[in-house]
């Protein structure tokens, strides 16, 4: 064998050999610089708070670089997700995705579907709630309806944005049981929430949680829950629709998310980090103090809720008449 033969296999070999724990060397330097969270909603609400617990007990499993939240509201979600969408797939930007990503496409509101993204854990879910102001007339969601009926103008119900779960929620009411409402979009769950105290709408469809604070003092009343359930705690006197004689059930989920070709070795380093993190007292016990209710779940089990509410949306949105103006 020639001596420059020899070279080049041996050339070869080294560099068979080293590639691996280049690789290798290059993983365990990630990440080098702070990792962007994108929370596709305006400050304040359930998805924030979201967030901004998960961006906090993650300080303890990726201690290297800080996790910063960034909002970015608009469109049901459509603007924070198609940035993380259209990011670079290096870990550097990751997103919370919301359920509104299986209603929107379906509006025509955005083009990018749960296929664009790579989910890697939920980590909330929560039903839909009526809730009015604490001077409001109605006692109860039947007094509610009653006088909905009845009016020459319509009772007014802030959501979260056009196309979002909370205005599928109030659509899905409306059509459930034949009442008419004037859906006003808001650009997340907290902004509606201010409508409301300050008078502004009459009524408001989002989470618990997110008018717990103001239920606790006084200021405004759940009515009923969109759940197969009572939510427990501060609001398990108030009744689920069901029992009400409303067969209707709607939830949100967030969860954790990243650009689709996001490397194996980043995703496989941020499943165990999210499943760490979700199951840290720091994210629960920030849940529970807000009335969210966590609903961890891997992957797999994540796509899978998705996928069952692609198909149900898909179903339900064009029986709604939603107009997007």
């Known amino acids: 064998m020639s001596m420059q033969r020899r070279h080049f296999i041996a050339s070869s070999t080294a ?83 919301i359920c509104e990503l299986t209603i929107i496409p379906n509006l025509g509101i955005t083009k990018y579907t749960a296929s664009d993204l790579r989910p890697i854990a939920r980590l909330n879910a929560d039903p839909s709630a009526i809730t009015v102001r604490a001077d409001a007339p109605w006692q109860s969601v039947d007094e509610f309806l009653a006088d909905a009926r009845k009016r020459k103008d319509p009772i007014s119900i802030g959501n ?20 008419p409402f004037n859906h006003v979009p808001f650009l997340g769950a907290a902004p509606a929430a201010v409508a409301l105290l ?40 108030v009744p689920t629709l069901k029992e009400r004689g409303i067969d209707l059930s709607v939830q949100v989920w967030r969860g954790l998310a990243a650009p689709k070709n996001l490397p194996s070795d980043i995703l496989e380093l941020w499943t165990d980090v999210a499943r760490k993190a979700a199951d840290d007292a ?35 949105v064009p029986k709604l008449n939603i107009n997007k103006a």
């Open 198 to 237: 300050g008078g502004h709408v009459d009524a408001i469809t989002v989470s618990p949680g997110e008018v717990a604070q103001h239920v606790a003092a006084g200021k405004l009343r759940t009515l009923a829950v969109m759940a197969d359930q009572r939510v427990p705690g501060l609001f398990d006197k």
């Open 15 to 97: 560099l068979a050999f080293a590639a691996p724990f280049g690789l290798a060397r290059a993983a365990t330097d990630y990440p080098t610089r702070p990792i962007e969270l994108i929370v596709p909603v305006a400050a304040g609400g359930g998805t924030d708070l979201v967030g901004r617990a998960f961006a906090e007990a993650v300080k303890k499993y990726l201690p290297q670089q800080p996790v910063v939240v960034n909002n970015k509201p608009g469109a049901s979600g459509a603007i924070g997700t198609a940035e993380v969408i259209n990011a670079k797939p290096d870990g550097y930007k990751l997103g919370i995705i």
């Open 160 to 179: 979260a944005g056009v196309g979002s779960i909370w205005h599928m929620a109030a659509a899905a009411f409306a059509e459930k049981t034949g009442a």
């Open 282 to 316: 720091v994210f629960r016990e920030a849940l529970t103090k807000a009335n969210l209710g966590w609903a961890y779940a891997d992957a797999a089990t994540f796509q899978a809720a998705i996928d069952r509410d692609r198909v149900f949306y898909k179903d339900l």
